[in-house]
């Protein structure tokens, strides 16, 4: 399977590097360059959740998890620790395509990763929430000041919020304007998104509104 989609990637223009497994994995990723990790939950040594963990410990690469079918803890597991989405085995080449090119397309304008910036001054390009400020030109996030570091799809989740204040947003919507899933969507890839983003910028800021959504408060 992974020389398959190997073959099949690069027949589509990416250029690929693959590993046979999660510690060969971990050290094809620290020699840097990559624009975009797809990690089997299932990788011998080290598994796909715990590379994603050291992945996420020193980078915000986007990345797409597989699970194989029915293994719906692999799957939430996976998101828990980092990963931006996941497909479920058997995958066909252009879902797994379409996945990859959405995730590049959030991460086209990424936050800064590591950057010690100033906040914005200057309200107009900005997006302020009480303390929460959002640098609409650069891209960056501040907490009281302090920079906070976002993968580029908590980045777009934060900014669909941002463009609806106080407005209740329902999952199949965040799961379309933000992963461009359909209806047939999982509504958990939300759910953890949102917790992650709760943990970095403070657990009140995003309402859940039982039965319907969330919402940003204002």
Not at 21 to 39: Q, T
Not at 88 to 117: C, H, M, N
Request: charged share 30%.
């Amino acid at each position: 399977m992974r020389r398959s989609f190997g073959v099949a990637l690069e027949r589509y223009g990416y250029q690929v590097r693959t590993a046979a497994d999660g510690l060969e994995g971990l050290e094809l990723f620290r020699e840097g360059g990559f624009d975009l990790l797809v990690l089997d939950v299932m990788l011998p040594g080290l598994d796909g959740i715990g590379l994603c963990r050291r992945v996420r410990e020193t980078s915000l690469v986007p990345v797409l998890m597989m699970s194989a079918r029915g293994d719906g803890l692999d799957a939430v597991a996976g998101l828990e620790a980092g990963a931006d989405d996941y497909v479920v085995k058997p995958v066909d080449t252009y879902v797994l395509v379409a996945r990859i090119r959405s995730l590049l397309r959030r991460a086209t304008y990424p936050p800064a990763q590591g950057a010690e910036r100033a906040a914005p001054e200057q309200e107009g390009r900005s997006l302020v929430f009480g303390d929460l400020a959002i640098d609409t030109g650069g891209m960056e996030v501040f907490v009281s000041g302090t920079p906070v570091a976002l993968t580029p799809t908590e980045l777009k989740l934060l900014l669909e919020f941002a463009a609806h204040p106080g407005i209740v947003l329902e999952r199949h919507t965040l799961l379309r304007n933000v992963w461009e899933y359909g209806w047939d969507g999982d509504s958990r890839v939300v759910d953890l998104c949102v917790q992650r983003l709760r943990r970095k910028l403070g657990r009140d800021r995003i309402e859940t509104v039982r039965g319907f959504g969330y919402k940003l408060k204002r």
